[in-house]
């Protein structure tokens, strides 16, 4: 994703998903797939191997679920608190807020219809 495909999911109408320590922003495009970007602030995260694990949970949820978000653009934020999380409580929050995304988006956009 570049510095404009982020502006256009924090100014568009996005459904949001969150929990203390991770924020979750989803956004319909029109590419045809779906992508994932990530804004971890040094100030929450100091070690760049926090960042990266982080990083690569979500990447596994999402391409494991990525079926549910196709044409969808999601940003994670990182919050304070989020560097102290263990590996097991990161996947729980990540398949968490994934659903909890998942039926907002549903809730919000509907279904695509087909063409």
């Known amino acids: 994703?570049?510095?404009?495909?982020?502006?256009?999911?924090?100014?568009?109408?996005?459904?949001?998903?969150?929990c203390p320590e991770l924020l979750f922003i989803a956004l319909p495009n029109q590419k045809p797939q779906s992508r994932i970007g990530f804004v971890f602030a040094k100030k929450h995260i100091k070690h760049a191997v926090q960042r990266n694990l982080i990083r690569r949970i979500c990447r596994e949820h999402f391409r494991l679920a990525s079926h549910r978000f196709e044409h969808k653009d999601i940003v994670v934020l990182a919050r304070k608190g989020a560097a102290d999380l263990e590996p097991q409580h990161i996947h729980k929050i990540v398949a968490k807020m994934l659903n909890k995304l998942d039926t907002r988006l549903l809730q919000d956009h509907g279904k695509p219809t087909a063409n």
Do not use: I, L, Q
């Open 1 to 18: 994703m570049t510095p404009g495909d982020f502006r256009t999911v924090f100014n568009g109408k996005t459904t949001r998903a969150a």
